[in-house]
Nanobody
Framework: VQLQASGGGSVQAGGSLRLSCTASGRTFSGYVMGWFRQAPGKEREFVAAITWSGGSTHHADSVKGRFTISRDSAKNTLYLQMSSLEPEDTAVYYC??????????????????????WGQGTQVTVSS
């Protein structure tokens, strides 16, 4: 499995970016796909997740209403649309995939340990 993240960059506060993550190597039915971020000196933080098959989503409170996770099954691509960006959103953003059997536990899939595959990360820098 390979996950390739792209779309990061530098923007001013209030701006927008769309991150993409191209997935390959298997079918992702039954998987949960997530976005995490890590700022310097901080732990990796959950941003959003989506079930690949049904498209159910969950967003962290810190980004709710500003960020939207989505996926295009035909293109095997995961997206994170980010709007109203704030300097506090500055971080390296990672996409991840984890196999999920049974009902989704949104509380559990917030933890990085639930994901077995990770992309390389893309830098997002928001200036004030």
């Amino acid at each position: 499995v390979q996950l390739q993240a792209s779309g990061g960059g530098s923007v001013q506060a209030g701006g927008s970016l769309r991150l993409s993550c191209t997935a390959s190597g298997r079918t992702f039915s039954g998987y949960v796909m997530g976005w995490f971020r890590q700022a310097p000196g901080k732990e990796r933080e959950f941003v959003a997740a989506i079930t690949w098959s049904g498209g159910s989503t969950h967003h962290a409170d810190s980004v709710k209403g500003r960020f939207t996770i989505s996926r295009d099954s035909a293109k095997n691509t995961l997206y994170l649309q980010m709007s109203s960006l704030e300097p506090e959103d500055t971080a390296v953003y990672y996409c991840a995939a984890g196999f999920n059997q049974g009902p989704i536990n949104w509380g559990q899939i917030r933890f990085p340990r639930e994901y077995g595959y990770w992309g390389q990360g893309t830098q997002v820098t928001v200036s004030s």
